[in-house]
């Protein structure tokens, strides 16, 4: 394999596993507040958090760009703190990867936590875990199988994108060329079989982790 | 720890507003008793502070954990208190083990009565510790319930219907152990039901709930044998009675002492001594103004009519009797009250028919 399809591969799992990790970390309590809340803000938090699933990626990437760029209110921030400016970066990337694979991270987790119900932390209080002791120790065990859901869509999903990633990354070499982007530059050159092999390398990519996904993740238990 | 329990709640529902001002014994079991939708776990889920009542007060002897005049209100897991709730709720990710840890972890060390083992024992359990929670029956799951709460040194227990989920077999397996945690547990217990049964063989003090208030509170013997109560129990009212094995006859009787006399009642494998309650339904009961001598009735006692009421059926009326300081009630038609000219203040016999020895 040329180094060129190397470094794209590289680029790939390095930003999805990136991205994934951000999503945890901002998809859970987006994931909390939506099961628990009674607010009226929770209709519209959801819908925005579901966007990405309904857009075109081009549209959220357009907008991004605009966002981040010299004249978006994005780009003025970044540039008055000194970063520069975001789009046709790796870190641009990573940001516009986290809001597009939003929705796969925050619905499974929402999900599970939606199963585990009110009675399990109300048990936990009366047997005195503080509401945080309770989230670590009974509401995210429990929602388990919704963040290895989560974690797996959000990583696959990330890996598969195009649209937004050329929208916001360019093609930069090392930086934002990823494999999708990378096949593409290959059909476009007539390079069938090194687009051959980066595109059956994504199929079985995909079908081993939804295999995965489907075979060991168990069904949720019921709590007894 | 025999500091009263004070017990003050206003909750707004649906269909009806929980308003209850209740002082509580510091011991023993307490049952809240009332038809579904009576306001019964409203009250112990507010007592738990896992609803905040406004205007709500709770106390716990000189522990104040709720009280709203002051806005005052102690969460949940700041509160040493015990809950069993009607389904286990055992954590299905833990161990039976676990299970019991999680609140013995966290619980100050200040309180704590009890030891794994030992309660792990008191409950029977024991063989249980390292199996997952799916793999118990229903009795058993409730058993481990019991036995967390207990372990998460509560000052108090309460207890929401922990037999209602079960299956009468289930139920018979859980009730001994119950009735030994009442005589084993030196804290308070409110426990709430809406089985007669139950309430008879486990309550010392009976709160009944209707609709959200409460309409009697008191010692379990003075509110069971109030007849003027609308027809809470209906068929099952009756009273119970505190009795002390006395003798095991060669006929297969057990004879049975109370204040009021002997009763008789099948063998029982109890030690002599030993005391037990038992249950003396009104409908069980007849009177007699003469000694019947020559009737099957084994059981008869020298009783004096207090007072009558009429009964929600037509043609039957509720007399309590006294019965040398002990309560008793029967169930007999207005034709045979008006035929014996039975009135308060009138000595007569009680044959009763048949008792339901508890536990």
């Keep these: 394999m040329p180094n060129a399809d190397l470094a794209a591969v590289w680029l790939t799992l390095k930003l999805a596993t990136v991205v994934t990790l951000l999503l945890l970390l901002v998809g859970t309590p987006i994931a909390w507040w939506l099961a628990r809340t009674r607010s009226r803000l929770k209709g519209v938090v959801g819908a925005l958090v579901a966007m990405p699933l309904v857009l075109p990626p081009t549209v959220i990437g357009f907008y991004l760009l605009v966002a981040m760029g010299p004249h978006g209110p994005v780009g003025r921030l970044t540039e008055a703190l000194g970063i520069g400016l975001l789009p046709f970066t790796f870190p641009g990337l990573v940001i516009a990867s986290v809001i597009y694979s939003l929705p796969f991270v925050v619905q499974p987790i929402h999900n599970a936590f939606g199963a585990v119900g009110e009675r399990p932390l109300e048990v936990a209080a009366t047997l005195r875990a503080s509401p945080w002791d309770a989230f670590w120790s009974v509401a995210v065990p429990l929602a388990r199988p919704g963040f290895i859901s989560g974690a797996i869509l959000g990583f696959a999903h990330t890996v598969g994108e195009f649209g937004v990633v050329l929208m916001i990354g360019g093609n930069i070499p090392a930086q934002t060329r990823v494999v999708s982007v990378q096949i593409y530059d290959h059909v476009e050159a007539l390079e069938y079989t090194q687009a051959h092999w980066l595109a059956g390398g994504m199929l079985l990519f995909s079908f081993v982790v939804l295999l995965g996904l489907y075979t060991f993740n168990p069904a949720r238990r019921k709590a007894p | 720890m025999t500091s ?3 017990a003050r709640f206003r909750v707004d529902r649906n269909d009806f507003t929980v308003d209850v001002d209740l002082t509580l014994p510091g011991s023993g079991v307490t049952a809240l008793f009332g038809p579904s939708g009576s306001g019964k776990t409203t009250c112990l889920r507010a007592m738990a502070g896992l609803e905040r009542a406004p205007e709500g007060l709770f106390a716990l002897g000189d522990t104040v954990w709720q009280d ?52 792990a024992e008191l409950l029977g359990i024991g063989h249980l510790l390292e199996r997952m929670p799916t793999l118990l029956s229903g009795g058993e799951r409730q058993r481990v319930a019991i036995a967390r709460a207990l372990l998460a040194a509560p000052r108090i227990l309460l207890m929401d219907e922990p037999l209602a989920g079960l299956d009468h077999k289930r139920k018979l397996e859980i009730l001994p152990y119950l009735e030994r945690l009442h005589r084993e547990l030196a804290i308070p217990v409110i426990y709430v039901s809406h089985a007669p049964d139950e309430v008879a063989r486990l309550a010392d003090h009976l709160v009944l709930l209707d609709r959200g208030n409460a309409i009697a509170s008191g010692p379990l013997n003075t509110v069971l044998s109030r007849i003027d109560l609308p027809a809470t129990f209906a068929d099952d009212a009756g009273v119970v009675i505190e009795a002390a094995v006395a003798e095991h006859e060669a006929d297969d009787l057990t004879r049975l002492v109370f204040p009021g006399g002997h009763i008789y009642v099948s063998r029982r494998d109890a030690a002599i001594g030993s005391s037990v309650r038992c249950r003396i ?17 084994l059981n008869c006692v020298n009783a004096i009519v207090v007072d009558l009421a009429a009964t929600e059926t037509p043609g039957q009326v509720l007399v309590r009797l006294d019965v040398a300081g002990s309560p008793l009630l029967a169930r007999i038609t207005r034709r045979s009250v008006n035929r ?7 000595a007569l016999h009680a044959q009763i028919k048949s008792v339901a020895l508890l536990g």
Excluded: W, Y
């Design chain 2, 340 to 346: 014996l000219a039975i009135c308060p203040g009138l």
């Design chain 2, 68 to 119: 709203e005049a002051r806005g005052h209100f102690v969460p949940t897991h700041k509160r040493a208190l015990g809950m069993v709730f009607q389904e286990a709720s055992l954590f299905p990710h833990l161990s039976v083990r676990g299970n019991m840890e999680f609140g013995q972890k966290r619980a100050s060390t200040a309180g704590k009565h009890f030891a794994l083992p030992a309660v």
């Design chain 2, 281 to 297: 339904l009104a409908r069980d009961v007849s009177l007699a103004l003469i000694r019947q001598t020559q009737a099957s009735i």
């Design chain 2, 4 to 6: 009263e329990i004070r």
